[in-house]
């Protein structure tokens, strides 16, 4: 039996909220499907698929897969820690993981630039190890992963949380060894978790500006990114060039998204919780 | 995707029955700790620690010079006015669209959720183009603007408009889940006594969700604040008219005045210390109260 809705303000409040979306969102979206075409094909292959375009996608895709990567391990490892241990530190830990959140792109991104300078206070120990970072993809990699640290922290720190102990204590007095009380245990509840964070700090990282481009050096084909092109275009007032490049960007990202939301849904139905 | 910046909506703290038997061994433990604060200081102490150092490398004088002069000022203004145009803006939108969504059952709800967390998932960059794009001098809104007297790109309007959609989202993720998990009972009591629904949206709705609609607000306001690939599409990049406080940071960064750079930066540091310290007082807050 259906009941009537009896609550006021469906109408305003869903008029006000599809009307603001499209002005502020949807709106100013949709021009990104028009402008791409507005000097032809040929200018928008020319523009979305040159060379140099081309190794701007596959650096952003290389870095923001490995940065995510570094990210499930440590995340996982911080997660951990911040639930199972209490250590010297723990609250300032668990109150700063925030801090890629809160924290300007900007700020991140000038602060770690001198901070892995040639004589910074890490960047001389890179140095003289014949690491360089300045410049190079690893240290877009490392802007990457500070930028997407939280993410994975946040996303599998209430999973470890909500874990019941029974579950372990059962197969730990059944003779389970520690190890396989991890892989067969908790690691499968975590998973979910994990790919959700990887996934979101993979997809920050996709479109990342302000924390990349300091530490980046941005030199054409080695250390430039994909949004980085869009602002050249657009310095050269190429508008349907820089939209043909941010359009492209974007329908691969959406992509990679479905791709792994895909990958998210099997999981957690082969585990029974879908 | 889930929210991960979200309140979170009450912890069952399962109960032991073999105490102990959980606990790895104390070598695991170490090398787990040490490992998270090697990285913990390298990733995160260290880039904060550095702002202040270099911030004050050449002196108290240098500091405050680099604070109180004209530019600085005029894109502390810039950043101020826009975000308290932005954030009360996107919470309305937040509480009218987490009403809608949370309270009645429609068709393309998903579709509708989805669309709200968009701007997430566009790279900032891409947020300022598409402004550009929309309201260009070129583009018939544009000139349209303009024959009215009114510059939206490349001016304060598109650094507003372009911080709208970046922090689009904020508010209403955090009230959608919230609201949803509270259900209706309780709006639909107070109707059933006699309540107005003003009386109702403020006696029993906004009380009830405090903490979330804060939570939202403070994120929002970080964002908005700090906000700088969208905006450095959009502004003119003309000091002491489009400049906002991270632009400023990083024209001073670009011309090798660094000490002035970091202490500037240092004013938007001590706003993100200031968020997470809210978040978590209201993080304690919300806890005490479920």
Known sequence: MKKKNVLPGFGLSMGYTIFYLSLV?????????????????????????????????????????????????????????LVRYRFWGRKIVDSLVDLPFALPTAVAGISLATLFSPAGWLGQYFHAWGIPVINTSTGIMIALVFIGFPFLVRTVQPVLEELEPEIEEAALSLGASRWQVFHKVILPNVAPALLTGFTLSFARALGEYGSVIFIAGNLPFKT????????????????????????????LSFLSLVMLNFIQSRLTRRLGRG | MAAVTGLRLGRSKGSSVVPGIRKDPLWIKVLIISLVMVFFSFLILLPLALVFTEALRKGWEVYTTALVENAAFEAIKLTLFTTLVVVPLNALFGLFAAWAIAKFSFKGKTLLTSLIDLPFSVSPVIAGLIFILLLGARTPLGSWFRDFGLQIVFAPPGIILATLFVTFPFVARELIPLMQSLGKEEEEAALTLGATPWQMFFRVTLPNIKWGLIYGLILCNARAMGEFGAVSVVSGHIRGQTNTIPLHVEILYNEYSFAASFAVASLLVFMALITILVKNWVEHQYGKEI
């Open chain 1, 224 to 251: 430039e990114i994909a949004p980085l092109l869009i602002m050249a275009k657009l310095d050269q007032f190429d508008y349907s060039g820089a939209s043909s490049i941010a359009l492209t960007l974007l329908g």
């Open chain 1, 25 to 81: 969102v949807l709106l100013p979206l949709s021009t990104l499907l028009f402008s791409p075409w507005e000097k032809g094909w040929d200018h928008f292959f020319a523009s979305a698929f040159s060379p140099q375009v081309m190794a701007a996608y596959g650096l952003s895709f290389r870095t923001a897969l490995f940065a995510a990567l570094v990210n499930v391990v440590f995340g996982f490892l911080t997660a951990w820690a």
